[in-house]
């Protein structure tokens, strides 16, 4: 989907761009990292299917992006549920080497 890489591209340029989103209950403050999300649509789409997420961590050391879940609100109204969204940011944080 190349309006997904579009916003990966401007992730790139604007690391901040996304808003900080909280972590869910049980993972504790990840040191040198922010869990966060950004909101944006997908052209031609309509509804649920066109509102798109994408959760990143940001190093706060260099700005570097861990891209971690994209989903549409047709998938999920809000976000992921608590503890499936704490299962996959714990099996993430050991592969980029935070756990």
């Known amino acids: ?7 990966v ?10 808003h900080f989103e909280p972590l869910p209950h049980g ?3 990840l040191d040198g ?10 052209p031609k789409m309509r509804g649920a299917a066109a ?4 959760m990143y ?3 706060l050391e260099d700005n ?9 609100h047709a998938q999920f109204s809000k976000r992921p549920e608590p503890r499936e969204l704490a299962a996959e940011i714990n ?3 050991e592969e980029i080497g935070k756990q």
């Open 64 to 72: 570097g992006l861990f891209l971690f879940w994209v989903y549409s």
């Open 91 to 93: 099996v993430s944080l």
């Open 33 to 42: 990292l922010e869990f966060r999300k950004l909101d944006f649509g997908l």
């Open 9 to 18: 591209a401007r992730l790139k340029e604007q690391p901040r761009w996304g």
């Open 57 to 59: 961590f940001l190093s």
């Open 1 to 7: 989907m190349s309006a997904i890489a579009a916003e």
């Open 51 to 54: 509102q798109w997420r994408l």
């Open 27 to 29: 993972i504790a403050a």
